[in-house]
């Protein structure tokens, strides 16, 4: 049987908190190994992504997107706050002037700290 690649679910992200490595069960130098392993042999990983950012004070992601406030409103005024995997969340307004400049800026600064290949499954059922 062949194998394309290996779908790497939330299970790599600290706490399920999107764009972190859980360090302590995906060493970054391991991940790194594995993937060089797979390329080897003509084989990728894909990462899931999920929209739902983690309300963290000193989480930078969401810092960040509450300084550029590209987060989806309530009715009421304020970020919209919604519970996934990692607890309370707020999500990327994607229709946002700002939103693109954030979520590049958030995905290549994981890229280039997390060894991935780059290929992502963005995982919208979240919303």
Known sequence: M?????INTRSYMENF??????EKTF???SVYNFIQDLHQNGQYIVTILDPGVKVEKNYLPYKRGCESKIWIQSARGGDLIGKVWPGRVVFPDWFHPNIEKWWFHELQTWIE???IDGRIFFCRNMM
């Not at 908190?17 to 859980?22: A, I």
């Open 2 to 6: 062949f194998i394309f690649c290996i």
């Open 17 to 22: 908190k999107v764009f972190t490595l859980n």
């Open 27 to 29: 060493p970054q130098e």
């Open 113 to 115: 700290e997390v060894p």
